[in-house]
T-cell receptor
C-alpha cells in the first residue's frame, strides 16, 4: 500500500475560522511533509517532520501550525488565514528523509 | 544554491511521437533525483527515483536517465493519457528539502 490520504478534499473558510487539515499514511514512513501549491506552480515546502519531530519550518507564518500526533498522522491547523493562502495543500511521506516521497491527493483550500 | 531547471516548459506531441523532457540540476551532493507526474488539481504521482549518474529506470512508456548534471525523461510512443505536467525534483546532502523544477506540461494529441 503506497497511499497517503488527506481530508477534507475541499475546504472553504472565512478569515476568522479555525480549521484543520489531516494526513494519514500506513506505510511505516518516518518522514512526513506539508507542501503548498499554487496554480501552475511547483509545490513549495512548508514543514518537515522526521520521527515525529519538526525538522524544517520554511519560515511559514504562525497562522499555519503543524502537528504530528504519531508516526502515521500529520495535521495542519489553520487560523486567521488570508485570501492569498488559498491553494492546494499537499501532504507527503517517505521512509526516510532521503528516499522516494509519496504525495497525497491534496486539500483544495479556499479562504474567503 | 540548489537549483532545478526543466525544459521545455510545454510540449505538444502527436500520439506515437516519442520525445524527451530535460531536467538540469545544481545541488551540493545529490541524495536523490525524483520524477513525478501531476494531473490538474491532484497530488503528484511518484514515478522514479535516481540516485547516481548512469542509473536508468523504466516504467511502461517512460524511461528516466541520470548524468552528473541532468536527467532525461524519455517518452516512447506516447498516448493521450500521458498528458500531464511532469515535475523533476532533487534532494541534496545539506538538509531534508527537495527542490522542484517548474515542470513540463505535456499534451499528447490523438
Amino acid at each position: 500500500d503506497t497511499e497517503v490520504t488527506q481530508t477534507p478534499k475541499h475546504l472553504v473558510m472565512g478569515m476568522t475560522n479555525k480549521k484543520s487539515l489531516k494526513c494519514e499514511q500506513h506505510m511505516g514512513h518516518r518522514a512526513m511533509y506539508w507542501y503548498k501549491q499554487k496554480a501552475k506552480k511547483p509545490p513549495e515546502l512548508m514543514f518537515v517532520y522526521s520521527y515525529e519531530k519538526l525538522s524544517i519550518n520554511e519560515s511559514v507564518p504562525s497562522r499555519f501550525s503543524p502537528e504530528c500526533p504519531n508516526s502515521s498522522l500529520l495535521n495542519l491547523h489553520l487560523h486567521a488565514l488570508q485570501p492569498e493562502d488559498s491553494a492546494l495543500y499537499l501532504c507527503a511521506s517517505s521512509q526516510d528523509r532521503g528516499t522516494s516521497k509519496f504525495f497525497g491527493p491534496g486539500t483544495r483550500l479556499t479562504v474567503l | 544554491e540548489d537549483q532545478v531547471t526543466q525544459s521545455p516548459e510545454a510540449l505538444r506531441l502527436q500520439e506515437g511521437e516519442s520525445s524527451s523532457l530535460n531536467c538540469s540540476y545544481t545541488v551540493s551532493g545529490l541524495r536523490g533525483l525524483f520524477w513525478y507526474r501531476q494531473d490538474p488539481g491532484k497530488g503528484p504521482e511518484f514515478l522514479f527515483t535516481l540516485y547516481s549518474a548512469g542509473e536508468e529506470k523504466e516504467k511502461e512508456r517512460l524511461k528516466a536517465t541520470l548524468t552528473k548534471k541532468e536527467s532525461f525523461l524519455h517518452i516512447t510512443a506516447p498516448k493521450p493519457e500521458d498528458s500531464a505536467t511532469y515535475l523533476c525534483a532533487v534532494q541534496g546532502n545539506r538538509d531534508d528539502k527537495i527542490i522542484f523544477g517548474k515542470g513540463t506540461r505535456l499534451h499528447i494529441l490523438p
